[in-house]
């Protein structure tokens, strides 16, 4: 059987090197246009390693189609409305997902907040064009700011600056003196997400709009603030908690009275109904002046699953939302509500990953040659159930030296910086 199963390895890496380069040369994922995305970095897939997926790639992936992802980090509402008309795959669309406004409020925010502390000289550096959270976080002297609020005065002075940002920010009309305030939400964000879905439905009546309500990346344990936390920073953290708290789900509140669309509630599944938004974003593995909000790559497992959920979608093959949860490296610490929502839609096998060890590659083929060669002599199979399903690559319900060459092919191009599941490799030979 060794000699048998080396010829056909030898066989197989020959015809699979033979599909490499147009393989590698594929822009897109996916086969068909299933699903576009407009919005910002959380969308984007800022901050994943380049070897993880992206929600609107493992949705993808899931469903068997292709995701178009316009989204751009630092985008506000203006710029992703901006971008729908000239989005060329927006009329095959089935799907649109939104993810748009957090960057409106961070950047309102932020140089609210900076033109105060350069107006009491806590910064150490000067300030930046539409500044980020880390970046103003990065350049605040934090000497300055201790001693700054040791003083009762100055502390009700901060107080006061931040209540009226919360109040600048989520002030809609009707409440007792709005006039006074920008109300960003309700006259900026809300608007122009508002066109977006007019837009959208006037390109593409027929699609699925997704709107994604924001998480809350300040869920912060206490052990976190008292121990990761600076003195100097622990204060001002703990004042700006309960406004990002406040901020956001009045953004929540608004953004699910729009018309038109479906609601992916981010906000309940990163906090699974236990606080554990950190978990998703790795908030609490960095430094608070980094201030790691984004997505890392269970938070973007949890929305895809949060999406797939909302479509009513179900695939025996998991593909990259299998892979993406099985490779997590706190797998055993993925929360239990979270967990809940994942195994709803979670697959009985991925393509491909005969063994089950979350790669798939030469052992996998060998695994595949071997049942090849059993079943072409005695006629007993090797493998279980969910391993047959796996091992039946190019879906022709028989397990041969056709799909070990796939298995090799897929393996020579992600091993080359090839990306993307094995179902995407297959969809675009």
């Not at 989204?71 to 649109?96: F, N, R, W, Y």
């Not at 900076?114 to 350049?139: G, R, V, W, Y």
Request: aromatic share 8%; glycine share 6%.
């Amino acid at each position: 059987m060794k000699k048998f199963i080396s010829a056909v390895l030898s066989a197989s890496l020959a015809v699979s090197s033979m599909g490499l380069l147009s393989a590698s040369a594929v822009e897109t994922y996916g086969g068909n246009s299933d699903i576009v995305i407009f919005g910002d970095s959380i969308a984007e897939g800022y901050d994943l390693n380049q070897n993880e997926s992206n929600y609107g790639q493992i949705i993808a992936d899931y469903i068997g189609g292709t995701v178009s992802n316009y989204a751009k980090a630092g985008d506000e509402t203006a710029d992703t409305l901006s971008k729908i008309s000239s989005a060329d795959a927006l009329p095959d669309a089935e799907v649109v997902i939104i993810s748009s406004g957090a960057n409106d409020m961070i950047h309102y925010s932020t140089e609210y907040m900076l033109d105060f502390f350069s107006k009491n000289n806590l910064l150490k550096a000067d300030i930046p064009e539409n500044p980020t959270f880390d970046q103003m976080m990065s350049i605040i002297d934090t000497d300055a700011l201790k001693e700054y609020v040791s003083n009762i005065s100055n502390q009700a002075i901060l107080n006061y600056n931040i209540e009226k940002l919360k109040a600048n920010l989520t002030m809609v009309e009707g409440d007792s003196g709005y006039q006074k305030y920008d109300r960003v939400i309700e006259t900026q964000i809300i608007p122009n997400i508002r066109q977006m879905v007019s837009d959208i439905k006037a390109v593409n009546p027929n699609a699925r709009i997704i709107v994604q309500t924001l998480y809350n990346p300040t869920q912060l344990e206490e052990s976190y603030l008292n121990e990761k936390v600076p003195s100097s920073y622990q204060q001002f953290i703990q004042l700006l908690m309960p406004v990002f708290k406040n901020v956001i789900e009045s953004y929540n509140k608004q953004v699910s009275a729009v018309e038109g669309v479906e609601i992916a509630d981010i906000y309940s599944a990163f906090d699974a109904g236990s606080q554990s938004t950190w978990y998703f974003t790795g908030f609490e593995d960095a430094d608070v002046r980094e201030f790691k909000i984004h997505p890392n790559s269970a938070g973007h497992l949890a929305i895809a699953v949060n999406i797939l959920n909302l479509l009513g979608e179900k695939s025996d093959d998991g593909g990259l939302l299998n892979l993406t949860y099985e490779r997590l490296e706190k797998k055993d610490s993925y929360p239990s509500a979270a967990l809940e929502e994942y195994n709803k839609v979670a697959g009985t096998y991925v393509l491909g990953d005969v063994n089950s060890d979350t790669l798939i590659d030469s052992n996998d083929a060998t695994a595949i040659l071997v049942e090849y060669s059993a079943l072409s002599t005695n006629g007993n199979s090797t493998l279980t159930d969910s391993a047959k399903k796996s091992a039946d690559v190019n879906g022709d319900n028989i397990t041969d030296a056709s799909d070990a060459s796939v298995v090799l092919a897929y393996y020579s191009y992600v091993s080359t910086g090839g990306t993307g599941s094995l179902k995407n490799f297959l969809a675009n030979q």
